[in-house]
Protein backbone atom coordinates (compact mmCIF):
# COMPACT_ATOMS: atom_id res chain seq x y z
CA UNK A 1 0.00 0.00 0.00
CA UNK A 2 2.90 2.23 0.42
CA UNK A 3 3.58 3.49 -2.99
CA UNK A 4 4.26 6.29 -5.01
CA UNK A 5 1.71 6.49 -7.95
CA UNK A 6 2.91 8.32 -10.76
CA UNK A 7 0.21 11.41 -11.68
CA UNK A 8 -1.17 10.33 -15.45
CA UNK A 9 -3.68 13.41 -15.39
CA UNK A 10 -1.72 16.76 -16.66
CA UNK A 11 -4.72 18.85 -15.36
CA UNK A 12 -4.49 16.90 -11.56
CA UNK A 13 -4.13 19.57 -9.32
CA UNK A 14 -0.40 20.12 -8.42
CA UNK A 15 1.76 21.42 -4.98
CA UNK A 16 3.02 25.17 -5.57
CA UNK A 17 6.37 25.74 -6.51
CA UNK A 18 6.64 22.03 -7.34
CA UNK A 19 6.34 20.40 -4.33
CA UNK A 20 3.33 17.88 -4.02
CA UNK A 21 2.11 15.75 -1.06
CA UNK A 22 0.85 12.53 -2.09
CA UNK A 23 -1.23 10.51 0.79
CA UNK A 24 -2.32 7.20 0.23
CA UNK A 25 -6.58 7.48 -1.29
CA UNK A 26 -7.69 5.29 1.34
CA UNK A 27 -7.04 8.13 4.13
CA UNK A 28 -9.95 10.21 2.96
CA UNK A 29 -8.66 13.44 4.20
CA UNK A 30 -10.46 16.64 4.60
CA UNK A 31 -9.27 19.78 4.66
CA UNK A 32 -9.11 21.05 8.72
CA UNK A 33 -7.39 24.88 8.01
CA UNK A 34 -5.22 26.61 5.26
CA UNK A 35 -3.21 29.63 4.96
CA UNK A 36 -3.32 30.40 1.00
CA UNK A 37 -0.81 33.12 1.94
CA UNK A 38 1.96 31.38 3.57
CA UNK A 39 1.23 27.95 1.76
CA UNK A 40 0.37 25.33 4.45
CA UNK A 41 -2.84 22.94 5.22
CA UNK A 42 -4.05 20.75 7.91
CA UNK A 43 -5.82 17.52 6.84
CA UNK A 44 -7.83 15.56 8.94
CA UNK A 45 -8.62 11.60 8.92
CA UNK A 46 -9.42 8.60 10.97
CA UNK A 47 -6.48 8.13 11.44
CA UNK A 48 -3.94 11.24 11.33
CA UNK A 49 -3.66 15.35 11.60
CA UNK A 50 -1.44 15.52 8.25
CA UNK A 51 0.37 19.14 7.53
CA UNK A 52 1.59 20.39 4.59
CA UNK A 53 4.33 23.31 4.38
CA UNK A 54 5.58 25.20 1.06
CA UNK A 55 7.70 28.21 2.51
CA UNK A 56 9.00 30.08 0.14
CA UNK A 57 12.26 31.76 0.13
CA UNK A 58 11.10 34.96 -0.69
CA UNK A 59 9.46 35.21 3.15
CA UNK A 60 11.32 37.39 5.41
CA UNK A 61 12.44 35.98 8.66
CA UNK A 62 9.22 37.21 10.53
CA UNK A 63 7.07 36.37 7.53
CA UNK A 64 8.29 32.96 8.12
CA UNK A 65 8.43 32.83 11.58
CA UNK A 66 4.41 34.03 11.64
CA UNK A 67 3.61 31.22 9.45
CA UNK A 68 4.75 28.59 11.70
CA UNK A 69 3.00 30.36 14.68
CA UNK A 70 -0.44 30.49 12.52
CA UNK A 71 0.58 26.87 11.65
CA UNK A 72 1.50 26.00 15.17
CA UNK A 73 -2.16 27.27 16.54
CA UNK A 74 -4.17 24.97 13.93
CA UNK A 75 -2.96 21.79 14.73
CA UNK A 76 -3.22 22.81 18.51
CA UNK A 77 -6.86 23.20 17.84
CA UNK A 78 -6.83 19.69 15.68
CA UNK A 79 -5.17 18.17 18.42
CA UNK A 80 -7.64 19.57 21.35
CA UNK A 81 -11.06 18.20 19.49
CA UNK A 82 -9.19 15.00 18.12
CA UNK A 83 -6.59 13.42 19.86
CA UNK A 84 -5.06 11.51 16.72
CA UNK A 85 -1.05 10.80 15.51
CA UNK A 86 0.30 14.59 14.13
CA UNK A 87 2.67 14.39 10.87
CA UNK A 88 3.82 17.58 9.28
CA UNK A 89 6.18 17.89 6.21
CA UNK A 90 7.18 20.22 3.39
CA UNK A 91 9.70 22.30 2.17
CA UNK A 92 10.64 24.65 4.81
CA UNK A 93 13.61 26.19 3.05
CA UNK A 94 14.83 26.38 6.29
CA UNK A 95 18.66 24.95 6.88
CA UNK A 96 19.48 24.09 10.41
CA UNK A 97 22.92 22.82 10.67
CA UNK A 98 25.13 19.16 11.00
CA UNK A 99 23.44 18.57 14.41
CA UNK A 100 20.06 18.81 13.95
CA UNK A 101 20.00 17.59 9.94
CA UNK A 102 23.70 16.74 8.73
CA UNK A 103 23.38 19.75 6.78
CA UNK A 104 27.04 21.60 6.07
CA UNK A 105 24.76 24.85 6.54
CA UNK A 106 22.08 26.60 8.29
CA UNK A 107 20.01 30.02 7.65
CA UNK A 108 17.90 32.21 9.57
CA UNK A 109 15.28 30.04 9.63
CA UNK A 110 16.53 27.43 12.13
CA UNK A 111 15.89 29.55 15.62
CA UNK A 112 12.04 29.89 13.82
CA UNK A 113 12.05 26.24 12.91
CA UNK A 114 13.46 24.76 16.14
CA UNK A 115 10.78 26.87 18.33
CA UNK A 116 7.86 25.40 16.54
CA UNK A 117 9.30 22.11 16.88
CA UNK A 118 9.49 22.54 20.33
CA UNK A 119 6.60 24.00 21.06
CA UNK A 120 4.41 21.98 19.38
CA UNK A 121 5.76 18.91 20.89
CA UNK A 122 7.00 17.49 17.31
CA UNK A 123 9.91 15.45 16.97
CA UNK A 124 12.25 16.02 13.70
CA UNK A 125 12.78 12.66 12.13
CA UNK A 126 15.48 14.34 9.49
CA UNK A 127 17.59 13.90 12.39
CA UNK A 128 17.80 10.62 12.64
CA UNK A 129 19.07 10.19 9.56
CA UNK A 130 21.76 12.81 10.05
CA UNK A 131 24.80 10.73 9.39
CA UNK A 132 23.51 8.92 6.97
CA UNK A 133 24.16 9.59 2.76
CA UNK A 134 20.54 9.55 1.69
CA UNK A 135 19.98 12.70 4.27
CA UNK A 136 19.91 14.97 1.60
CA UNK A 137 16.64 16.54 0.05
CA UNK A 138 17.87 18.67 -2.65
CA UNK A 139 20.34 18.26 -5.21
CA UNK A 140 20.85 20.70 -7.34
CA UNK A 141 23.38 20.83 -10.17
CA UNK A 142 24.65 24.00 -10.98
CA UNK A 143 24.65 24.99 -14.61
CA UNK A 144 27.73 27.31 -14.92
CA UNK A 145 30.22 25.09 -13.45
CA UNK A 146 28.17 21.38 -12.91
CA UNK A 147 28.93 21.39 -9.17
CA UNK A 148 25.97 19.35 -7.69
CA UNK A 149 24.90 21.39 -4.38
CA UNK A 150 23.42 19.39 -1.48
CA UNK A 151 20.89 20.71 1.55
CA UNK A 152 18.29 19.32 3.44
CA UNK A 153 15.85 21.98 3.31
CA UNK A 154 12.57 19.17 3.07
CA UNK A 155 11.76 18.27 7.09
CA UNK A 156 9.91 15.93 8.41
CA UNK A 157 8.02 15.87 11.92
CA UNK A 158 5.51 13.72 13.97
CA UNK A 159 4.15 13.29 17.38
CA UNK A 160 1.39 10.92 19.46
CA UNK A 161 2.83 8.52 16.95
CA UNK A 162 3.62 4.53 18.31
CA UNK A 163 5.98 4.19 15.64
CA UNK A 164 7.35 6.25 12.64
CA UNK A 165 10.31 6.22 10.37
CA UNK A 166 11.46 8.42 7.42
CA UNK A 167 12.76 7.75 4.46
CA UNK A 168 14.83 9.65 1.31
CA UNK A 169 14.10 8.44 -2.13
CA UNK A 170 15.38 9.57 -5.34
CA UNK A 171 12.41 10.95 -7.44
CA UNK A 172 10.67 8.97 -10.10
CA UNK A 173 11.62 11.76 -12.79
CA UNK A 174 14.77 13.91 -12.73
CA UNK A 175 13.88 16.86 -10.07
CA UNK A 176 16.22 18.61 -7.27
CA UNK A 177 13.50 17.53 -4.73
CA UNK A 178 13.98 14.02 -3.36
CA UNK A 179 10.83 12.01 -2.38
CA UNK A 180 10.76 12.39 1.48
CA UNK A 181 8.25 9.20 2.62
CA UNK A 182 6.72 9.34 6.51
CA UNK A 183 5.53 6.20 7.64
CA UNK A 184 3.92 6.25 11.02
CA UNK A 185 1.81 2.92 12.83
CA UNK A 186 -1.83 2.32 13.01
CA UNK A 187 -1.69 0.91 16.40
CA UNK A 188 -0.58 -1.63 18.28
CA UNK A 189 -1.18 -4.56 16.59
CA UNK A 190 0.70 -3.02 13.30
CA UNK A 191 3.74 -2.39 15.07
CA UNK A 192 3.59 -6.44 17.01
CA UNK A 193 2.72 -7.95 13.13
CA UNK A 194 4.96 -5.69 11.39
CA UNK A 195 7.75 -5.19 13.40
CA UNK A 196 10.37 -4.62 10.76
CA UNK A 197 9.25 -1.62 9.87
CA UNK A 198 9.68 0.45 12.24
CA UNK A 199 12.31 -0.25 15.33
CA UNK A 200 16.10 -1.61 14.15
CA UNK A 201 16.48 -3.77 17.04
CA UNK A 202 12.71 -5.02 16.11
CA UNK A 203 14.05 -5.34 12.52
CA UNK A 204 16.60 -7.44 13.48
CA UNK A 205 14.89 -9.41 15.75
CA UNK A 206 12.15 -10.30 13.12
CA UNK A 207 14.75 -11.92 10.29
CA UNK A 208 15.10 -15.24 10.85
CA UNK A 209 18.64 -14.84 9.76
CA UNK A 210 19.59 -12.62 12.27
CA UNK A 211 16.81 -13.58 14.97
CA UNK A 212 19.46 -16.21 17.01
CA UNK A 213 22.43 -14.31 16.34
CA UNK A 214 20.93 -11.28 18.53
CA UNK A 215 19.55 -13.48 21.02
CA UNK A 216 23.28 -14.74 21.68
CA UNK A 217 24.59 -11.65 21.43
CA UNK A 218 22.17 -10.41 24.07
CA UNK A 219 21.83 -13.58 26.71
CA UNK A 220 24.58 -12.31 28.42
CA UNK A 221 23.10 -9.01 29.24
CA UNK A 222 20.06 -10.55 29.66
CA UNK A 223 20.89 -13.06 32.68
CA UNK A 224 23.00 -10.18 34.70
CA UNK A 225 20.19 -7.74 34.18
CA UNK A 226 17.74 -10.48 35.60
Known sequence: ADTVRIQTDSNARRGIGGISALYRSDLALR???????????VWLCSRAIIAGVYAAPALSNAEFSMALHH???AIMTALRLYRLPVVVTG????????????????????????QFVAESGLELLNRRIRSQPNRWTLLHRRSRD????????????TANTLCDRIDVLPPPYPTPH??????????DADVT?????????????????????????????????R
Open 178 to 187: QVVIVSFSDG
Open 31 to 41: VFRFCRSSNWT
Open 71 to 73: LRT
Open 193 to 225: LKPWRWNWARRMFSTTENSDLCADLLMPYLVVL
Open 146 to 157: GHLTKSVVDLAM
Open 91 to 114: DFNARLGSAMTGDHDQNGRRHALL
